[in-house]
């Protein structure tokens, strides 16, 4: 039975009256609800103060418009909830088919797999995560596809899907550290593989600690070279401040025997020294004057430690003194043999 068009107005001026009586609004307010009530009484026939009596006899049972919407909400509320539950409880048929066929197709991305096929491996599991994009089985499967391929990026994304989808899923963590470990990323990877020891716990196989130790070993490896390398770098340019000549020349001591060390502070040599290095003849005409028999023994008169002579003593030896000039008193034509060609030769 519906409520009479007089019932319904007798609950609006009900509530009107409520409003007024607790002081709800200004008086200015009230003076126009008590306007408002006074004609909606008038225009539905009813006296104001037998609104009481009208709604006792109504089917709204004495109830007022606060009470009844407040009613009416919760009950929306309960009905939304039981519709909810049953979504989870019975599942449409329909549902149940699309979760098979999306189970079919991962089931045939593992068979690839099995069978090397990498990229049909990847097509199957695309096509189950177009059907059923919520699962985190898929996502990882097809992480593996991509690390097989050596795909190293896109696994990192599949992997991390999964474990957006599931955090609880160890498998999503275990794709990740091995996509991370490829990519040369082995802190990256050790933490990836600690979650899979920290959700597994007591069931953790002996391939995921072997996996963790891996990653661990790399990532102390990479400490450690860290640490090596600056101290390689430290000692080489130690090596190479002494072993350079004044200058920045070579050290022509090491190079013609130890007892010529002292001769490097001798300005007049080095000024020769000089000269001969700006000519690009100078190591060829070395290397000639080298095969004398007598410059020889002298060279290695002065590597046996024979002692350091002095500048005039070296140059009235014959045999220095005619290296010296072919050393220092030549052309200062750059030499042009083993020039390349023109390369527009024909």
Do not use: W
């Not at 609006?12 to 003076?31: G, L, M, P, Q, T």
């Not at 002996?206 to 996996?211: G, H, I, L, T």
């Not at 025997?257 to 002292?262: I, N, V, Y």
């Not at 350091?308 to 034509?333: H, I, Q, Y």
């Amino acid at each position: 039975m519906s409520a009479s068009k007089e019932e319904i107005a007798a609950l609006i001026v009900n509530y009107f009256s409520s409003i007024v009586e607790k002081k709800e609004i200004s008086e200015d307010s009230a003076d126009s609800l008590n306007v408002a009530m006074d004609c909606i009484s008038e225009a539905f026939g009813f006296e104001r103060e037998a609104v009481s009596d009208i709604l006792e006899r109504s089917e709204f049972k004495g109830q007022n418009l606060t009470d009844m919407l407040n009613s009416a909400s919760k009950a929306s509320e309960s009905n939304k909830k039981d519709d909810a539950e049953n979504v989870e409880v019975n599942i449409p048929e329909d549902d149940a088919e699309t979760k098979a066929e999306a189970e079919d197709l991962k089931m045939q991305g593992n068979k690839a797999m099995a069978n090397k096929d990498y990229e049909l491996a990847i097509n199957k599991y695309t096509e189950a995560i177009k059907i059923l994009p919520t699962n985190a089985i898929y996502y990882a499967n097809r992480a593996a596809a991509h690390s097989s391929l050596k795909e190293y990026e896109e696994a990192v994304k599949d992997a991390e899907s999964a474990i957006s989808i599931d955090p609880s899923y160890f498998r999503g963590y275990s794709r990740l550290g091995f996509a991370k470990y490829a990519q040369g990323k082995p802190e990256e990877a050790l933490e990836a593989y600690k979650k899979v020891l920290d959700i597994e716990g007591d069931n953790a196989t002996e391939a995921m600690k072997r996996d963790y130790e891996s990653a661990k070993k790399k990532v102390e490896q990479s400490l450690n070279l860290e640490k090596t390398v600056p101290e390689q770098s430290r000692d080489a340019d130690a090596n190479a401040s002494q072993g350079a000549g004044v200058g920045g020349l070579p050290d022509l001591g090491s190079l013609l025997g130890g007892g010529l060390g002292g001769l490097m502070n001798n300005p007049q040599l080095m000024q020769a020294a000089q000269k001969m290095m700006s000519n690009p003849g100078a190591m060829q005409n070395i290397q000639k004057m080298m095969q004398d028999p007598s410059i020889r023994q002298m060279a290695e008169g002065f590597a046996s430690g024979g002692g350091t002579p002095n500048l005039s003593d070296l140059m009235s030896n014959p045999a220095l003194r005619n290296m010296a000039g072919n050393l220092f008193g030549g052309s200062d034509t750059p030499s042009t043999e083993g020039a390349p060609d023109n390369e527009n030769k024909q």
